[in-house]
């Protein structure tokens, strides 16, 4: 064995670096394996960064409102500067339209016991606030193709803003600013790696093996590796203790010049969840826009099996989809001819919740299942995985008794059962991107 580590992070996308920073902070001597040439630049590179609050448990809620302070507050978070320039949170608000899956009751229920800041918003209310929208219901989605599609509606839309959503202006650099903190706290970054083998001993974790024979000894390795998460399971040979699955899941975001009084005086426009049509949308630089899906039950889903195979361009089809739908909301929205965006992964849980846990593996934890909802939480994804190598390694039975995390900024107390890899699916999840 050539190094060794308290504990190995395999990933430096936003998850690995947060994880490695919060280890890094605990005196951990923490190894982070990234296969690529720089952090960040797996499926964090094209995530569209948003930060909302609605989540169909109370936990996810708790979750991305404590998050959201530390993005608010990054400079502090971190604790130190970045020659690469810090990332930064732009708040725009959000609107989520109303629909059956995104049932306006059940949010609000939540973010009062959470304490997250809300308005309600009817069809009046929408067309004051966002120039240029229609504000009528056309649920369920359709295909493009569909003539229903075009159908009138007869009926108006509201829906729920939170004010304090907006978006972080650079995910990548994000995951480079955590990788950067968790570097000055000690920790090593080993990129162009990868990570072929979990090694075992006495019937636990005790290293990697890598692609170019390398070993690196430790008696804790978090699988961090988002898209790729389901062959370092394989490798560890956990998987058949988990009652929720993952699967990479290949999406795409478009970029279009913003309508015109979208992003007015000098102000971005809201993002706008719109599950009644099938898309999401938030502002981006230079009065662009970015447009992406939310898994209408009329669309076939990506579903891939290795994410190192996925098509990196934009399909002109899935372009036309999810512009025409933008189209259709924001009325004054051009359709452009030629695609323009990014193309990412998912790795998609069962039930669109995360996966942050141990394993029946002694030594090896996971951070996975991100559903394409994650990046908001990265912060406290550090210290959730922080708090279970701390507990579990000094004995604690997570399974058996679940750690609970306070949250720095608001009091609440978030449970840390609500991500485990045993808990029973719930089918009261959107089951799509919202979580
Ligand atoms: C298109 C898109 C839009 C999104 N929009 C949002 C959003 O608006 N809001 C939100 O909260 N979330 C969003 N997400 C989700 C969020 O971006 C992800 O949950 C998050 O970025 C995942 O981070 P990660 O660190 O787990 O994975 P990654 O960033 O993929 O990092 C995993 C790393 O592991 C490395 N790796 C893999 N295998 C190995 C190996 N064998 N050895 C060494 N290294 C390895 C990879 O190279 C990669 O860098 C979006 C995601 C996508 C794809």
């Given at each position: 064995?050539?190094l060794?580590?308290?504990?190995?992070?395999?990933?430096?996308?936003?998850?690995?670096?947060?994880?490695?920073f919060?280890?890094?902070k605990l005196?951990?001597v923490v190894?982070v394996?990234e296969k690529?040439g720089?952090?960040?630049?797996?499926s964090?590179?094209?995530?569209s960064?948003?930060?909302?609050?609605?989540?169909?448990?109370r936990d996810?809620?708790?979750?991305?409102?404590e998050?959201k302070h530390?993005w608010e507050a990054w400079?502090?978070?971190l604790g130190?500067a970045d020659?690469y320039?810090?990332a930064s949170?732009?708040?725009?608000g959000?609107?989520?339209?109303?629909?059956?899956?995104?049932?306006?009751e059940r949010?609000?229920?939540l973010f009062?016991?959470?304490g997250?800041?809300?308005?309600?918003?009817d069809a009046a209310?929408?067309?004051?606030?966002i120039?240029?929208?229609?504000a009528?219901?056309y649920?369920?989605?359709?295909r493009?193709?569909d003539d229903?599609?075009?159908?009138?509606?007869?009926h108006e839309?509201?829906g729920?803003f939170?004010?304090?959503a907006g978006?972080?202006?650079d995910?990548q650099?994000a995951?480079q600013?955590l990788i950067?903190?968790?570097?000055r706290?000690g920790?090593?970054?080993l990129?162009?790696?990868?990570?072929?083998?979990?090694?075992?001993?006495?019937?636990r974790?005790?290293?990697v093996?890598?692609s170019?024979?390398e070993?690196i000894?430790s008696?804790v390795?978090?699988?961090?590796?988002?898209?790729?998460?389901?062959?370092?399971n394989r490798?560890?040979g956990?998987g058949a203790?988990?009652?929720i699955?993952?699967r990479p899941?290949?999406?795409?975001?478009?970029y279009?010049?913003?309508?015109?009084?979208?992003n007015?005086?000098?102000?971005?426009?809201?993002?706008?969840?719109?599950?009644d049509?099938?898309?999401?949308?938030?502002?981006?630089?230079d009065d662009?826009?970015?447009?992406?899906?939310?898994?209408p039950?009329?669309?076939?889903?990506?579903?891939?099996?290795?994410?190192?195979?996925?098509?990196?361009?934009v399909?002109?089809?899935c372009f036309?989809r999810?512009?025409?739908?933008?189209?259709?909301?924001?009325?004054?929205?051009?359709?452009p001819i030629?695609?323009?965006g990014v193309?990412g992964?998912?790795d998609?849980?069962d039930?669109?919740?995360?996966?942050?846990?141990?394993?029946?593996?002694a030594?090896f934890?996971?951070?996975?299942?991100t559903?394409?909802?994650?990046?908001?939480n990265?912060?406290?994804v550090?210290?959730?995985?922080?708090?279970?190598v701390e507990?579990?390694?000094?004995g604690h039975d997570h399974?058996?008794e679940?750690l609970h995390?306070v949250?720095?900024h608001?009091?609440?107390?978030?449970n840390?059962g609500?991500f485990?890899r045993?808990r029973?699916?719930n089918?009261?999840?959107?089951?799509?991107v919202m979580?």
């Open positions: 064995m050539s060794t580590a308290d504990a190995i992070v395999v990933g430096a996308g936003i998850m690995g670096g947060s994880i490695a919060e280890l890094a005196g951990l190894v394996v690529g720089a952090p960040g630049h797996g964090t590179s094209a995530s960064a948003i930060i909302r609050f609605n989540y169909s448990t996810g809620v708790a979750t991305s409102w998050a530390c400079s502090e978070h130190c020659e320039g810090l949170f732009q708040q725009t959000m609107i989520v339209l109303d629909t059956p899956i995104t049932p306006r949010a609000i229920a009062e016991q959470v997250v800041t809300y308005e309600e918003w209310s929408l067309r004051a606030r120039p240029g929208i229609d009528r219901s649920w369920p989605p359709k493009i193709d229903a599609f075009f159908h009138d509606a007869d839309i509201g729920l939170m004010p304090d978006f972080v202006n995910p650099l995951a600013n950067t903190a968790a570097q706290s920790a090593t970054l990129l162009n790696r990868t990570v072929t083998k979990i090694i075992q001993r006495d019937e974790v005790a290293g093996e890598l170019n024979g070993e000894e008696p390795v978090i699988n961090a590796a988002g898209p790729w998460s389901g062959q370092i490798m560890a956990v203790e988990f009652t699955g993952v899941l290949r999406q795409e975001v478009h279009v010049q913003a309508p015109p009084g979208f007015a005086d000098g102000a971005l426009g809201p993002s706008i969840a719109d599950l049509l099938g898309t999401y949308i938030r502002a981006a630089a662009k826009i970015m447009i992406g899906g939310t898994e039950e009329c669309d076939p889903l990506d579903w891939i099996e290795d994410p190192d195979e996925s098509n990196p361009s399909t002109a089809s036309e999810q512009v025409t739908r933008a189209a259709r909301r924001l009325s004054t929205l051009g359709v030629t695609p323009k193309a992964v998912y998609v849980s039930d669109w919740q995360p996966i942050y846990d141990r394993t029946d593996l030594g934890y996971v951070a996975i299942g559903s394409g909802n994650q990046f908001k990265a912060p406290l550090g210290r959730f995985l922080a708090t279970l507990s579990v390694e000094a399974d058996e679940p995390y949250g720095e608001t009091g609440n107390e978030i840390l609500a485990s045993k029973p699916f089918a009261t999840t959107s089951g799509n979580g």
